[in-house]
């Protein structure tokens, strides 16, 4: 096993594992945060991806799959494994995030301020496109054999639509080995997602520790949200939320739904800025397996759909994304990237985040180093487009509504297991996180915890 990336860091999520002279790849995702980080994805992997026979997903979060348009294009032609949910969503992230790049380095052309000329983006919509012709579909809970080698059997992660953590067998020479993949691991009690299925048995175990060292808030969702919507539309301002459109959206409309005809917050037009902009809620309508919300007929015809509010704006061209700059009264604004990394978001910072009445709400996790991090540190400029643009927006942080499980979420996870995994390899998360959840995993459950550095191989025999 072979950990390309998500070691010792949050993104860029890409574990290799080898038997009987065959290659699998595990999650295929986009190294995002400083500049040393995003120049990972600009160079070769250290394995040809010609040589890679299979590439198996956990989930379609950038950060596992954003990588899989230049995987494609570096030579890798194998299948690529995932369940209907995570097929779908991909159809809708890749060429998204394709999108933004090729908007970013079109943008950067024009203004001429890059170190590469022309700017090239990392890859095209072409090119996704040609990756997704890839795609096929596993079961979304049973056995599937890839090959002698190796099989899956994926469980319900409750981290977003389609997230599933992975039993992998994997059999060479005669003896099986079972490796577990965490994923990424959702949180118990939600309101539209199931609780992340209980593991019972791993040799080795694949543990996410985005939260490793902090919990989530307590408090409730909708206090926190009805608090800061409320403040800032009384205050004439605009609500700017990075996110991509599927995802932490579907929660925050649920949520601006509910507070909407409860009469807590006024009514407020949304514009939901991506190239992809879709109805999230005819998604969850296609994957009610996924999910526990309820969609009646009743319900649509009196309005009433817990994932959409009553004015909700989809802008799909570049012109229509312009048009928001003149919204002058209080609105919501989501846009990707959820870390503002890149993306059309940062327009919309560019414009709301100099005026005080103005709030950019983080909802996500913001790896170190990206521009959401530095607004949540509190940081009173932000660089965008060349430019120093003064922070007087407030912001705020939705902790509630993370989509990662918080550490006592994990160790409650963790507690299925029944005996100790011979090793447990932490990794998706920050030094000071990984460090945080291996000592509660020493102290806890007495386990051996190693944390792989980048491109490090371990035996698993
Ligand atoms: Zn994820």
């Known amino acids: ?51 890679i026979d299979w590439l198996l997903l956990t989930h379609a979060h950038i950060d596992h799959t954003g990588y899989i348009p230049r995987f494609v294009r570096n030579g890798f032609r194998g299948p690529i494994y995932a369940n209907a949910a995570t ?39 072409a090119e996704s496109q040609t990756a997704l012709q890839q795609f096929k579909e596993i079961p979304r809970a049973d056995t599937f054999t890839i090959s002698p080698q190796f099989s899956v059997r994926p469980h319900d992660a409750g981290h977003i639509l389609g997230s599933s953590w992975l039993e992998l067998t994997i ?35 694949l543990c996410e520790s985005t939260y490793g060292d902090r919990d989530h808030p307590t408090g409730s969702v909708a206090d926190a949200l009805a608090d800061v919507i409320g403040r800032t539309a009384k205050r004439g301002g605009v609500v700017v939320i990075p996110a991509f459109a599927v995802d932490r959206t579907q929660q925050i409309m649920y949520y601006l739904r509910e507070l909407e005809d409860r009469q807590r917050i006024p009514h407020l037009p949304v514009y939901e800025d991506s190239p992809m902009a879709i109805s999230v809620t005819d998604f969850y309508v ?58 059309r978001v940062l327009h919309h910072l560019a414009q709301r985040l100099p005026d005080s009445q103005n709030t950019v709400m983080l909802v996500g996790y913001q790896a170190v180093g990206t521009r959401g991090r530095a607004l949540q540190d509190g940081a009173k400029v932000v660089n965008l487009f060349g430019q120093q643009v003064a922070v007087r927006a407030e912001i705020a942080t939705i902790g509630q509504l993370s989509a990662h499980a918080g550490k006592s979420e994990l160790l409650r996870w963790l507690s299925g297991f029944q005996a100790a995994p011979k090793q447990t390899f932490l990794v998706h998360g920050e030094p000071v996180a990984l460090n945080s959840l291996r000592d509660a995993v020493t102290s806890q459950f007495k386990w051996p915890v190693t944390i792989p550095a980048h491109q490090q191989s371990f035996d698993l025999s």
């Open 286 to 343: 296609r994957h009610r397996e996924d999910h526990k919300l309820e969609f009646t007929r009743e319900e649509d015809k009196d309005g009433g759909d817990p994932l959409n509010m009553r004015e909700v704006h989809m802008m799909r061209s570049v012109e229509d994304s312009k048009s928001i700059n003149n919204v002058v009264s209080p609105c919501v604004i989501i846009s990707a990237s959820g870390m503002a990394t890149g993306g």
């Open 171 to 205: 059999t060479e020479s005669g003896k099986q080995t079972l490796v577990v993949f965490s994923g990424d691991l959702g949180r118990y009690n939600q309101p539209i997602l199931k609780d992340p299925e209980a593991p019972t048995r791993a040799d080795y175990l």
């Open 87 to 125: 097929i779908e969503l991909c159809q809708l992230l890749l060429p998204d995030s394709a999108h933004l790049q090729e908007e970013d380095a079109q943008f950067i052309a024009k203004k001429g301020y890059s170190q590469h000329k022309p700017p090239l983006p990392l890859y095209t919509v």
């Open 1 to 51: 096993m072979t950990f390309l990336g998500a070691a010792g860091t949050v993104t860029g999520s890409k574990y290799l594992v080898e038997a009987g002279g065959k290659r699998l790849l595990v999650d295929c995702g986009l190294f995002e945060g400083p500049k040393e980080l995003e120049q990972r994805n600009w160079q070769n992997l250290p394995v040809d991806p010609a040589t």
